[in-house]
């Protein structure tokens, strides 16, 4: 059961240049949801801090990534696609197979987006070899996450 659906989603929004005039820029982020309205939405509440004019929600798809390998580098500015391929055997045929799946990695740079995905898939049981490794247009990747409610009725400092 895949517990993530992942949207990639183009915005479009006014950026402040450094000669103080705006102009609209279009980027490209990840968004962890459950249908395209709410990933429309949570995308909105992300990006509505970086600008203070139009935010514009060009285009939606949904991708596909069986795992994705966030770094905590702070040169890591980059997302990277792999294409990775599991080699399995088909018992009935005694023929190897491939099984084809798409991951992301944040990294600095290619080389460090290779020596990521090692080290994350360092345990996997299974074969695998590498078919693509490309840097992708993706700013940012916003996961789901849990926001606590705010207390309806401010509780008293004191007892009466």
């Not at 197979?97 to 992301?104: H, Q, T, W």
């Amino acid at each position: 059961m895949e517990l993530n659906s992942w949207f990639e989603c183009k915005v479009k929004m006014d950026v402040m240049k450094d000669d103080g005039t705006t102009k609209p820029e279009t980027f490209t982020y990840l968004v962890d949801a459950l249908n395209f309205t709410e990933a429309e939405s949570r995308i909105i509440e992300e990006v509505k801090p970086y600008t203070s004019g139009m935010i514009d929600v060009a285009n939606i798809k949904r991708v596909k990534f069986a795992e994705i390998f966030p770094s905590d580098s702070e040169s890591a500015d980059k997302w990277y696609k792999v294409r990775c391929l599991f080699i399995t055997l088909d018992e009935k045929t005694q023929t190897e197979k491939e099984v084809g799946n798409n991951m992301l990695v944040q990294a600095g740079s290619f080389h460090d987006a290779l020596s990521s995905f090692d080290r994350g898939m360092k345990g996997t049981l299974m074969d695998y070899r590498i078919a693509a490794l490309q840097e992708t247009k993706i700013m940012d990747v916003y996961r789901y996450a849990v926001r606590e409610k705010k207390e309806e009725a401010a509780k008293p400092e004191y007892e009466a």
